[in-house]
Nanobody, 122 residues
Framework: QVQLVESGGGSVQTGGSLRLSCEAS???????KGWFRQAPGAEREFVAA????????FYADSVKGRFTISRDNAKNTVSLQMSSLKPEDTAVYYC????????????????WGQGTQVTVSS
């Protein structure tokens, strides 16, 4: 089993930056690590994903050019650097882990963190 714990959420104004981190623990190897988000009343949506080596990264169109995903396998962490934040980025952000190649659907991820709130005010 794998446990994922996010940190780094908070409140910022439009145009600000935040960095989310997620630490994995337990047995099991996570090939792909990703971030999803869910706003109130909305479905959980894909934000970004990164392969084991870090050579392959994928982003939702809505965050491309503003968010950067990275991972440190030695520390079992994955991070999401968010810049130029907009009010529509407000959501609970979830770290996710998969034993499969990177995908953008929630069902492709087996492991989930508890979520961290990101609020962007105008």
């Amino acid at each position: 089993q794998v446990q994922l714990v996010e940190s780094g959420g908070g409140s910022v104004q439009t145009g600000g930056s935040l960095r989310l981190s997620c630490e994995a623990s337990g047995t099991g190897r996570i090939y792909t690590k990703g971030w999803f988000r869910q706003a109130p009343g909305a479905e959980r949506e894909f934000v970004a994903a990164i392969s084991w080596s870090g050579a392959n990264t994928f982003y939702a169109d809505s965050v491309k050019g503003r968010f950067t995903i990275s991972r440190d396998n030695a520390k079992n962490t994955v991070s999401l650097q968010m810049s130029s934040l907009k009010p529509e980025d407000t959501a609970v952000y979830y770290c996710a882990g998969s034993e499969r190649a990177p995908g953008n659907r929630p069902y492709e991820y087996r492991y989930w963190g508890q979520g961290t709130q990101v609020t962007v005010s105008s």
